[in-house]
């Protein structure tokens, strides 16, 4: 089982955006039985194969084995990921390109690059023995007469580390900052 499987594709997506496909993948967290999910989920058996085939046939679920129970063979599922991430890409852009205008201050910049690294990270490959990398995530207060002070000091230490690693040996990684205001912070008095 993966840890995430990306989906792409519109197909995906439609298989899995129902709330009882999304029950029942639940269910197949651990290898089961459409009459072991059945019986959890208070379903009928022909109810959980139709939506269990619908989610195989999508790739969300696999079948891991096979029993015979009372003389029928019985397949036995599994989700294929502890979870599911849905490409912004399935919907597509509506209204211009953003990426024609790369307005590093901007927001529309800020989602097309946070698309760009939930793409990047859903292709590496967490099987490997080293994944190098690094995840920070922090709060700063910044007074409003600061604002623009502090956007500047943080691109010119960016700039700093890019030119300073910049070169063209070694290990390549992509770094990528995100800053804006934390929409859950409740202002203080």
């Not at 009459?35 to 109810?47: F, S």
């Not at 690294?117 to 007469?145: K, Y």
């Not at 000091?153 to 900052?177: I, P």
């Amino acid at each position: 089982m993966r840890d995430v499987l990306y989906l792409e594709q519109i197909e995906q997506a439609e298989a899995l955006l129902k709330p009882q496909r999304i029950e029942v993948l639940r269910q197949l967290a651990e290898p089961r039985s459409c009459t072991e999910v059945a019986r959890e989920l208070r379903q009928t058996q022909q109810r959980v194969y139709y939506h269990v085939k619908r989610l195989v046939e999508a790739g969300l679920v696999d079948q891991v084995s096979e029993r015979k129970v009372r003389g029928i063979h019985e397949g036995v599922y599994q989700a294929s990921a502890r979870s599911y991430w849905l490409s912004p890409r399935l919907v597509g852009r509506i209204g211009p390109d953003l990426h024609r205008v790369r307005d590093e201050m901007s927001l529309g910049y800020l989602l097309d690059l946070m698309e760009e690294v939930q793409a990047d990270v859903a292709a590496l490959d967490r099987a490997a023995p080293e994944l190098p990398s690094v995840g920070v995530s922090g709060e700063i207060r910044v007074p409003p007469e600061q604002r623009q002070a502090f956007l500047n000091d943080l691109q010119d230490t960016l700039q700093e580390l890019f030119t300073r690693y910049g070169g063209a040996e070694g290990d390549a990684f992509k770094l990528a900052v995100a800053c804006y205001p934390n929409p859950t912070r409740e202002e203080s008095p």
